[in-house]
């Protein structure tokens, strides 16, 4: 929310936040406890023991922006902001914990209903931003949208501690806009990424692991201990290895929706990398200590070996595979 500005006037806005937030969930409290017929309502519900420990804990959220306040004239920013979040944090858990409280006691006050259907959305769309960042890669322009969709899906929680409905329903309407656009870009991802492609790829990794298995048999040639080696990364053995290759690989030919697609390709590409990189790292110190020259350096990444001018067959897709070299990572 408060990206690229300074440390202080970052400080100064959420001490300001919070400061509102306080005398807001300050107002709600005293609207019940001002209250009789509420009060006896809640009692009958057997909530009050919960309403005073709220009560409680929006004391301490006041102590936090009394903090943060403090923090802020002794140009201490960063204990300002800390403290200033915490207690936006308790504001918020305080807030929504009493409107539940009046809820269940049947008690009308604020305007329930719309806080905790918006409130559900806004936390829907925050799990659906989290979904798909594990799928678009950080290099490509879309993801853009859902760093923007996370911070207005925020400001719209913030927007409720104020009861500012129509805030928070703009900020989470522009958010799901955003996020719309990006699974409108996977679905364009779906189409170019037809079944003919996927068996090419595949048919590439079955390629790799062969050659693994070729060169796992020239280090073993040369004395260099294979299992050992394949151990230090979770495999008891080759075997063990080539089977949870073989296994990854028909994970992604059973695959029928996009995204378990295109991550089962990601994390083949990434085994790819690193157990090939690795290899190649281990037998060169090998080599070097028993004074062999090496032979080869490995093989290029999974997707770049074809006669695509060496940006493999896959594309240039900006979905998610670690390092790219897959060819998914690249901006589009």
């Given amino acids: 929310m408060f990206y690229g500005q300074s440390p202080e006037t970052r400080a100064e806005r959420i001490v300001e936040l919070a400061d509102k937030a306080e005398q807001r969930v300050g107002d709600l409290i005293e609207l019940v406890e001002s209250n009789d017929t509420a009060l006896e309502m809640i009692d009958e519900a057997g909530l009050t023991g919960e309403f005073v420990n709220n009560v409680t804990r929006y004391d301490e959220g006041v102590e936090n922006v009394t903090n943060a306040e403090a923090c802020f004239a002794a140009e201490d920013y960063e204990g300002a902001t800390a403290n200033a979040t915490e207690a936006l944090s308790i504001f918020r858990e305080v807030y929504r914990s009493i409107h539940v409280i009046l809820c269940n006691a049947d008690v009308n006050i604020g305007p329930l209903v719309a806080v905790h259907v918006l409130e559900e959305a806004i936390e829907r769309s925050l799990d659906r931003v989290e979904e798909l960042k594990a799928i678009i890669s ?18 719209a929680k913030d927007d409720l501690l104020p009861d500012d409905i129509e805030g928070a329903k703009t900020n989470l309407r522009e958010a ?22 996927i068996r090419g790829y595949l048919d590439e990794a079955y390629r790799y692991r062969y050659r693994f298995r070729e060169r796992f048999r020239q280090a073993q040639d040369e004395g260099f201990d294979v299992d050992r080696f394949l151990q230090g990364f979770g495999y008891q053995n080759e075997e063990e290895f080539m089977n949870r290759f073989q296994e990854m690989i028909e994970n992604a030919q059973g695959s029928e929706d996009v995204e378990d697609v295109l991550e089962d390709l990601e994390e083949i590409g990434r085994l790819i990398r690193e157990m090939n990189g690795n290899l190649t790292q281990e037998m060169g110190r090998y080599r070097e200590h028993y004074g062999q020259e090496a ?33 998914f990572g690249s901006n589009r």
């Fill in 295 to 327: 032979t080869g350096s490995g093989f290029g990444g999974f997707g770049q070996e074809s006669s695509d001018g060496g940006q493999g067959q896959y594309g240039s897709y900006g979905v998610n595979t670690g390092s790219g070299q897959m060819g």
């Fill in 138 to 155: 950080t290099e490509a322009l879309i993801y853009s949208n859902l760093n923007d969709a996370e911070a207005l899906l925020t400001t």
């Fill in 176 to 197: 799901n806009i955003l996020i719309s656009e990006v699974c409108q870009y996977l679905r364009q991802v779906a189409q170019e990424l037809n079944p003919s492609r």
